[in-house]
């Protein structure tokens, strides 16, 4: 199911031009357009799933395929061994913006804790 209103769907469909770095048959992952890191990808199941307060028991592949699209994608990126951060913010407290679950991959530098 995907939306023709939401960004990440038009990314994942091609519709929006974005500098994708991996594609599955359920999950796309592109570079952030606004990087917070040497390395920030945003990764997303095909499926129009609009936050993770809205995930169902069914979701738990998928959203287990990001962890390991993350790994993956860290490896690729040079950044497994120093260390890397996933980042998913669910609800506009969090900072969601965008209402399409999608896993941040960051790092590259070192990472401060709390995060803000
Ligand atoms: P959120 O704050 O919802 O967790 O993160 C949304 C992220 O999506 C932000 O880091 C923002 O820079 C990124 N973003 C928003 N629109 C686009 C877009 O059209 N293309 C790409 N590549 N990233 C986007
Ligand atoms: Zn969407």
Do not use: Y
């Not at 990314?11 to 992952?29: F, K, Y």
């Amino acid at each position: 199911l995907t939306e023709s209103d939401c960004p990440f769907c038009r990314i994942a469909a091609g519709d929006i031009p974005a500098e994708v770095v991996l594609t599955t048959p359920d999950l796309v992952a592109f570079r952030d357009i606004n990087p917070q890191a040497p390395t920030h990808i945003l990764i997303i199941p095909r499926e129009h799933i609009t936050t993770v307060s809205k995930l169902r028991p069914p979701d738990a592949e998928i959203m287990g395929k990001l962890f390991l699209a993350a790994r993956e994608l860290a490896r690729k990126e040079g950044i497994d061994e120093d260390g890397f951060r996933m980042v998913v913010n669910a609800g506009v407290d969090a900072g969601q913006t965008v209402f399409h679950v999608h896993m941040h991959l960051l790092g590259g530098r070192v990472m401060g804790w709390p995060p803000g």
